[in-house]
């Protein structure tokens, strides 16, 4: 088993900055990848960052690509996503989710394990 627990939303102004982390505990890592999806009112839930635990492979939606990183601290046991230049659009729930693959995974059926949530929103 994992436990997710994502943490780090807030509010922020359009060109603001925020990093979300995922603390992560339970069995042992070392096989899964780690990703970010987020869900807005009304839409589906969509991928937007993943990254693999045992090398730090990671990799990112078009939408935010060279705004957003994907980075993990194996110490820790923590997930970080660090983004930047946010837009409105960026508002929505952020989950983290773990699930064991190799290579890039995108789709949510890859994942087994999801924390609650943690709500971004920004403001124009």
């Known amino acids: 088993q994992v436990q997710l627990v994502e943490s780090g939303g807030g509010l922020v102004q359009t060109g603001g900055s925020l990093r979300l982390s995922c603390a992560v505990s339970g069995r042992s890592l070392g096989d899964y990848v780690m990703s970010w999806f987020r869900q807005a009112p009304g839409k589906e839930r969509e991928f937007v960052a993943g990254i693999t635990w045992s090398d730090g492979y990671t990799w990112y939606s078009n939408s935010v690509k060279g705004r957003f990183t994907a980075s993990r601290d194996n110490g820790e046991r923590r997930v970080y996503l660090e983004m930047n230049s946010l837009k409105p659009e960026d508002t929505a729930v952020y989950y983290c989710?773990?699930?064991?693959?190799?290579?890039?995974?995108?789709?949510?059926?890859?994942?087994?394990?999801w924390g609650p949530g943690t709500q971004v929103t920004v403001s124009s």
């Open positions: 989710a773990a699930g064991k693959a190799v290579g890039v995974r995108t789709t949510m059926d890859w994942y087994d394990y």
